[in-house]
Every structure is written in structure tokens, then in C-alpha cells.
């Protein structure tokens, strides 16, 4: 089979395989989505409906828009509005809402779909659920900072049932773009740096929101984003440039997306940015060649928002018509609110300028997701099962656990925490503390403010009547004065402790939201050194969408927590985590530089001709140290743990082997604790350069005071692969390293070498 490695060879590549994708299976032969409805039947009723559909009747199908509530206008507006949205469903204008939400609303929408619309075809009903619909979870990037696979999919299998229930059929969900710039606003979207803690948290979404049966009651479909590369961002700046090479292609940006695909994820959303001069929403190398041929999906492919006709805007097509037929034949199913495919498609058939089975094949696959969600057998929600699930009691309590698992311990002076049983009276103060918006995050689904423990109410709760709670807020987290910071001090100097809870409000992170700088906002670092200052030990509590340049804290904190933006029970399990109740156990799953200055900057990096030493002439900076604030990995717990012991098993291993390795881990603290063991791998030597570290694995072990355990990898040497120069996948033989470790920054260190 040739290489297609270049751009434009791959078109031809592509064009060619494209064809053969034509006529292609029909019911998919290797159906990975966990669809047990799609039985051979449903290929027929789909033939049968293709049949009898015009060609504006399929392009409605492939179209998605706003459908949302209008429950914030004036009832006039409203109903104008409303009847405005079921003319466009009664005529099959749109197949597909995002924006709807609850059942009583989603059934008028539904029932006039099903009652009154000439094929009968139920909507497709799709939203952002990203960390939670109405319970909301830890940001992805706090979530992934558990490195609890089990926890996430049991934090999204909730998000799925309160969705479902409320009329949502497919969230656009996971995001598992890969950043390794905290300057970009959506990194808080994402599961971090590395490429492999991407594809486990890929997984735990995609299997959460699934299950074994998306058309379950209590499950929705998946979607896979931003594909692909949208994480590249050059600059961390929202939207930029992607310019990478094909081996970061294919080595960072690609894996958590094939995991999700394995995964059965039953849909992709294109990104809106350009893959090394395409965009990815016209990409047929991505969309085609990668996904269909090489990945064999079957699903769907929805465009991000208007990202078809952006493509003007990035200089790759004329013209919404262009930007259609590139998008339709790359291979975007279904068009999110540019309206490209519905205005302009039908013109471009007639002029010969697309084959009309590129419609057909894009309206099967959307009507084949519809079929799976069992939306033509059951297409009504709920209501009284939605009042039921919404906000339970079980699903507060996967949200704390998740929440407390998350909290990453950065720094603990003289065990300042666990809060000893001395104190009698503890300062909050911050504005962060007695704030029920911003610990939701961005992309809080149909969270609210109301249902929100805050950090100030869960330590209340938790310190009863035997500690005293004294509080204030002390300065804004943006803008207003610093008239209030004297009052938070005086608190603080008449406490025992002081905990200080700052960082950024949910704007300051999310789409749209990159930041060139990303420490404190100056207000909250005049009040944490002014609580400082008066002597009270003090205890940081960040609550943030990314990595915060605290160097100043990570010094003079006498303990440091990052604790993420962590949802509506953040409060709870706050207090769980500074109380003691839960030992701390998170994890960063991504670097925390000392300045804006060193990024890119992750664990993962290449070792260069001339690593940074103190070294004149070596790649270090001349006004910095060349270390990260916190390494990819970090984190604390209120015991210690001592490796030892590491032993590679199996020293010398084929490419088609299994390394296997040890090490024994021991609890030397005094109390519990769960640790998350992780291997790390170095190819010393390749065809391209390696990275200084690559993690391949990791385990969460718990351990009692005193108690060690054995742990033991297994890695099957393919799992060595990377990409040469001429683009093949290989595992090449030589000497590599391996740690057991605690962190990226240190660990146990053997070798093993790989033979022919
Ligand atoms: C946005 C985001 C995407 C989201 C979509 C629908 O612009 O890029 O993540 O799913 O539009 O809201």
C-alpha cells in the first residue's frame, strides 16, 4: 500500500479510499458503538427512508441549530420563537437542536417531529454536558487529576442519566484535545499533557456516557473533541494555528481519539482549527483517511460550531458553497449552525460538483445514530424520572468523592493539614469561599449556583459546633479595591489558621478565554501576603481552570492545595480533604511552569544536543530555573510512601514481548493513604528522538501505615511504537529506561533493552 505522508498525496490517497468508502459496508461489519438496536433490519428502514427523501429532506437531516428553551423571554417573544422552532422541525428543515433542554420541552419539540413531519424522523437532541448536567463534577482537568478511570466513568454515567432524563440524547463530549499550554483558556476541558492519561480518561467518559446500550434510558451518545489537534493551539491562544509535525500528530493529538474510537464512541466533532494548513473541518488526511479507513469508525461526524464555514475565514475555501462540499466530501456528516449544508448543498449536486451519494451516506450515518439511540421506538423523555434522578442524593455523592479525589496536595509545611484537633478557630477568607458560581466552572451544563456547597458552607459544616468559622471575602477575584483586605488580615491574625481560598473565576477560563498571564490577579496576592503577614499559618486552596504561576504561595504557604474548580459539592469535599476525612491522593495530570516564559513546557519534552544545565551554553533560560513549579505527576498525600526495590524482570524483550517490572511501595506515615504508582519508559535511542520521559501506566494502591505492596507492569512492548521518519509505526530495538515513580520528576530507575 503506498505512504501517504504528504498533504497532497494524501488527496489522491484519500480521494481514492474515499470511493472505495462509498461502497462501502453498510450496517458497520466491525460496529464498535454500543448499539444493540442497530440490528439488519434498521439498514433496510433506512434505505427505505433514503428512498422516499428528497434531497432537501436529507440535508435537513445533516443540519443541527439552536433550538434552545425560550424560557427568558416575554410569552409573546416565546411563542413567537417557539412556533418559529416547530415550523423548522414540522418541515425537516433541521434534523437536530442543541440548546433544548428538559422533557416537557423537548417532547413539543419530539412530538411534532414524530406526529407531524413528513418522514416522521425523530430529532436529534444534543448539548454540552461536559462535567455534569444539573449535579456538576470537577472540570475535566480536575477530574483527570484523580487518575481514577472507575470514579470519571461513574461521574459520567450520572451526567448521562440527569441528561437523558431531561430530554438530551448526545452530549458533545468528552473533550480530549491535548495541551501542553495553560495559557489556552480550554485546557480546563481536557485531561492535560500525555497522550496515554488522555486515552484513559477518553474511555472512562466515552464508556460513562454510554454504557453497554445508548439507548438506554440513562445514556446518551458520546462525541469525541475537538478533532483533532485543537489543543495545539500555536501561542495558547484560542483558535490559533496548529503547526505540528506528523509525529506530534500522530504520537500526542491522536491517541485519546483512536482510544475513544475503540472505545466505541458513537461521534466526532471537527475542530476549528487548521491542521498544518487544513483545516480540520475540511481535513481528509483526519476525517477520511485516519478515522474511516485506518480506524474503521462507523459513527458520526458533527463540524464545531460554524467551523465549515470558517474556512473562509481561514483562507482554505471561497465560499459557503465551497466550504460545504470540502466539509461533506472531507467527511462532516451533520453541519452545526452555519447552515452551509442546508443553503447551498442542493446547488452544488446539481452543478456535478458533489456525487449526491456523499449525502446519502452522511444521512445514513445520522440516521443510523438515531436508530441506535432508539429515538424511532421511544422518542419521548420523562418528566417525572427526570424530577427523580435530577440532583439525587447518589449523585451528590459521586461528585464529592470525585471532587475530593481531585484535590491535588502541592505543599504541607509541619503537616499544617489535616487540620489538627487543636484548632478552635479558623479564618476563611477569599473570593472563592462563599462563591456558588465559579467553583462550577465553565461548561456548568444546567448547573446552578443554588444547588452549590460552597468551600465556606462545607467547612462550617463540617467544623460543627466545636471550631469557629470567622469569614471574609476580602477582595474580588478580578477588579474592585483592596479596601477589604485589612478586615480579612485582622480575621486571620485572631485565628488559629487561616485558610485562603483564591484563583480564577469560571470566565477566566473555557472557550474563548486563554490568558497571557497565569498567576493570581494582583488584588488576591496582596491578600494572601497580608494574611501571611500576620503570622497565622496559612493554607492556600486554588480553585482554577488551569495551572496558576503561584510561585510566591508554593514558598511561603505553609500548605497548598489545588483543588480545581471542583463543582456543586466542592464545599463538601473541601472539607473532607482539609479535615482529614479524605487523604489527598490527585495528581497533576499536567505541568505547573514558574512562568508564562517556559511554555511550552511539559514532562514529556525532548532532551535537546544540550539539555539545560547550569551551563552557560545550554538550553536554559539565563532568569530562571529550568524546572517546573510542580512536575507533571505531583502530588502529596498526609503520608509518605517509600519505593524500593525495582526490578525489571525481564531485561531483554522482542518488539513483540512484554516488559515486566516492580517495585515495592510502603506507607511510612501514620495514616492511610492511596497512592498512584505510574511507569515511566525512555527510548534512549530512535529513528526520530524520544522524549526524557513517557508514561505507559500507573495503579492506585492503597496502603495502611506501615504496609508495602509489590507492584507489578506488564508492558507489551508495542506499546514502545512511534512513528520513523517515513512515517511507519515501528518498535526499534535498543537500550530504554524505565521508573516506577511517584511523580515524572523522580522514581526508581532500571533498563531493558529491546532485541531483534
Ligand atoms: C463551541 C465549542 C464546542 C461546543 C459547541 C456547541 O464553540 O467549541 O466544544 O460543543 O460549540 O456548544
Redo the contacts with the bound molecule.
Keep these: 500500500m503506498t505512504r501517504c505522508t504528504s498533504f497532497r498525496g494524501l488527496r489522491a490517497c484519500v480521494l481514492a479510499v474515499f470511493v472505495v468508502t462509498l461502497a462501502g459496508p453498510g450496517l458497520a461489519d466491525n460496529l464498535r458503538i454500543p448499539a444493540p438496536k442497530l440490528t439488519p433490519d434498521v439498514e433496510r428502514r433506512i434505505d427505505a427512508l433514503l428512498e422516499r427523501m428528497t434531497l432537501a429532506d436529507k440535508l435537513g437531516q445533516l443540519s443541527q441549530q439552536w433550538g434552545g428553551e425560550t424560557q427568558d423571554m416575554n410569552p409573546d417573544a416565546r411563542q413567537r420563537a417557539l412556533d418559529d422552532i416547530l415550523g423548522i422541525v414540522r418541515a425537516g428543515l433541521c434534523g437536530s437542536f ?1 440548546g433544548a433542554h428538559g422533557a416537557e420541552y423537548t417532547n413539543v419539540l419530539q412530538r411534532v417531529a414524530v406526529e407531524e413531519s413528513k418522514h416522521k424522523i425523530p430529532m436529534l437532541l444534543g448539548n ?1 454536558v461536559i462535567h455534569g448536567y444539573r449535579t456538576i463534577f470537577p472540570v475535566p482537568l480536575g477530574e483527570a487529576a484523580s487518575w481514577d478511570p472507575d470514579l470519571v466513568q461513574a461521574g459520567a454515567a450520572v451526567a448521562a442519566e440527569e441528561a437523558r432524563a431531561a430530554g438530551t440524547h448526545w452530549t ?1 463530549a468528552p ?1 480530549i484535545d491535548v495541551s501542553r499550554d495553560p495559557r489556552w483558556g480550554r485546557i480546563v476541558e481536557t485531561a492535560g499533557e500525555d497522550p496515554y492519561l488522555g486515552q484513559v480518561m477518553a474511555v472512562a467518559h466515552v464508556k460513562g456516557f454510554q454504557g453497554g446500550d445508548i439507548s438506554a434510558p440513562d445514556r446518551v451518545m458520546a462525541c469525541a ?2 478533532y483533532v489537534a485543537y489543543g495545539g493551539a500555536e501561542g495558547g491562544r484560542d483558535y490559533n494555528t496548529v503547526d505540528i509535525s506528523m509525529q506530534t500528530l500522530y504520537e500526542v493529538h491522536l491517541p485519546p481519539f483512536e482510544a475513544a474510537v475503540q472505545a466505541g464512541v458513537g461521534s466526532l ?1 471537527s475542530a ?1 482549527n487548521e491542521i498544518n494548513g487544513v483545516p480540520a473541518s475540511g481535513n481528509p488526511l483526519t476525517l477520511d483517511k485516519i478515522l474511516r479507513n485506518d480506524w474503521k469508525f462507523r459513527g458520526m461526524v458533527v463540524s ?2 460554524t467551523s465549515v464555514t470558517e474556512m473562509i475565514a481561514h483562507g482554505y475555501v471561497v465560499d459557503p458553497a465551497h466550504a460545504a462540499r470540502v466539509a461533506i466530501t472531507a467527511g462532516v456528516d451533520m453541519d ?1 449552525c452555519s447552515f452551509s449544508y442546508r443553503d447551498t448543498l442542493a446547488e452544488s449536486i446539481k452543478a456535478g460538483l458533489v456525487d449526491e451519494a456523499v449525502i446519502d451516506l452522511a444521512t445514513r450515518r445520522v440516521l443510523r445514530m438515531k436508530f441506535a439511540l432508539g429515538l424511532f421506538d421511544n422518542p419521548y423523555s420523562d418528566p417525572d424520572r427526570e424530577a427523580r434522578v435530577t440532583l439525587s442524593a447518589k449523585n451528590r455523592g459521586v461528585a464529592r468523592r470525585l471532587a475530593a479525589r481531585s484535590m491535588v496536595l502541592l505543599r504541607n509545611e509541619d503537616n499544617t493539614l489535616p487540620i489538627s484537633t487543636d484548632v478552635r478557630r479558623i479564618a476563611v477568607v477569599g473570593p472563592l469561599a462563599d462563591n456558588a458560581r465559579d467553583p462550577l466552572g465553565t461548561w456548568e451544563g444546567r448547573g446552578r449556583a443554588e444547588d452549590t456547597v460552597t468551600a465556606l458552607a462545607g467547612l462550617k459544616a463540617r467544623a460543627g459546633s466545636d471550631i469557629e468559622i470567622t469569614y471574609a471575602k476580602g477582595c474580588e477575584t478580578r477588579g474592585g479595591t483592596a479596601d477589604g483586605i485589612p478586615a480579612a488580615a485582622d480575621l486571620a491574625r485572631a485565628a488559629d489558621l487561616a485558610i485562603v481560598i483564591v484563583g480564577e473565576s469560571e470566565d477566566m477560563t473555557g ?1 474563548g478565554h486563554s490568558r497571557s498571564e497565569i498567576g493570581l490577579p494582583p488584588l488576591q496576592q496582596q491578600l494572601v501576603k497580608a494574611v501571611h503577614a500576620t503570622g497565622t499559618p496559612m493554607v492556600v486552596v486554588l480553585m482554577s481552570g488551569r495551572p496558576l504561576t503561584v510561585n510566591w504561595e508554593a514558598e511561603n504557604a505553609a500548605a497548598l492545595l489545588e483543588a480545581w474548580h471542583a463543582g456543586s459539592e466542592c464545599g463538601n469535599a473541601l472539607a473532607d480533604v482539609l479535615f482529614g476525612d479524605v487523604n489527598p491522593s490527585g495528581k497533576l495530570p499536567v505541568t505547573f511552569p514558574r512562568r508564562v516564559g517556559q511554555i511550552p513546557f511539559h514532562y514529556n519534552h525532548k532532551n535537546t544536543g544540550r539539555p539545560p544545565t547550569e551551563e552557560r551554553y545550554t538550553s536554559r533560560y539565563i532568569d530562571l530555573p529550568s524546572s517546573p513549579l510542580f512536575p507533571f505527576g505531583y502530588g502529596l498525600s498526609y503520608t509518605t510512601y517509600a519505593y524500593s526495590d525495582l526490578q525489571v524482570a525481564t531485561p531483554r524483550i522482542k518488539a513483540d514481548g512484554t516488559l515486566e517490572v516492580s517495585a515495592t511501595v510502603r506507607n511510612t506515615g501514620q495514616v492511610a493513604g492511596e497512592e498512584i504508582v505510574q511507569l515511566y519508559i525512555r527510548d534512549l535511542v530512535g529513528s526520530t528522538t524520544r522524549p526524557v520521559r513517557e508514561l505507559k501506566g500507573f495503579q492506585r494502591i492503597s496502603l495502611a501505615p506501615g504496609e508495602e505492596k509489590k507492584v507489578r507492569f506488564a508492558l507489551p512492548a508495542d506499546r514502545l511504537a512511534f512513528y520513523n521518519p517515513q512515517m511507519q509505526r515501528v518498535v526499534e530495538p535498543g537500550r530504554f529506561k524505565v521508573w516506577i515513580a511517584t511523580s515524572s520528576a523522580e522514581g526508581l530507575e532500571g533498563e531493558f533493552e529491546v532485541v531483534r
Aim: proline letters at 0%; glycine letters at 0%.
Design positions: 442543541l454540552d458533545f473533550m473533541k475537538h466533532m476549528f464545531d460550531w452545526m472557550e
